[in-house]
């Protein structure tokens, strides 16, 4: 079956980086397009970042020129580099295999402290 697991999540003070990764199993990762997405508490799930299978990026306009997404499809792993922190960035990080059906994976808490 699919399978995703996030990592690199944690705490980090305003202004402080973090490197979100998510490596992908039980499908042919290069044929597939990847996304981030953020729940906050007590909001709805959003979308942060796509990367498609030609190496295509796109942003949330909330975290564009902060962000970068990127893939290294020898390792079926999909990266979301985190730059420039606000506390508004806070939330639980899902990657997510985005096909005609999207897989999710278990989420990966990020806490920005001010």
């Given at each position: 079956?699919?399978?995703?697991?996030?990592s690199?999540?944690?705490l980090?003070?305003?202004?402080?980086?973090?490197?979100?990764s998510?490596?992908?199993?039980g499908?042919?990762?290069a044929?597939?397009?990847?996304?981030?997405?953020?729940?906050a508490p007590?909001k709805?799930?959003?979308f942060?970042?796509?990367?498609?299978?030609a190496?295509?990026?796109?942003?949330a306009r909330s975290?564009?020129g902060?962000?970068?997404?990127?893939?290294?499809?020898?390792?079926?792993?999909v990266?979301?580099?985190m730059?420039s922190?606000?506390?508004?960035d806070t939330a639980?990080?899902?990657?997510?295999?985005f096909?005609?059906t999207?897989?999710w994976?278990?989420?990966t808490?990020?806490?920005?402290?001010?």
């Amino acid at each position: 079956q699919v399978q995703l697991v996030e990592s690199g999540g944690g705490l980090v003070q305003a202004g402080g980086s973090l490197r979100l990764s998510c490596v992908v199993s039980g499908i042919i990762f290069a044929d597939n397009d990847m996304a981030w997405y953020r729940q906050a508490p007590g909001k709805q799930r959003e979308f942060v970042a796509l990367i498609t299978r030609a190496g295509n990026t796109n942003y949330a306009r909330s975290v564009e020129g902060r962000f970068a997404i990127s893939r290294d499809n020898a390792k079926n792993t999909v990266y979301l580099q985190m730059n420039s922190l606000k506390p508004e960035d806070t939330a639980v990080y899902y990657c997510v295999v985005f096909g005609p059906t999207r897989y999710w994976g278990q989420g990966t808490q990020v806490t920005v402290s001010s």
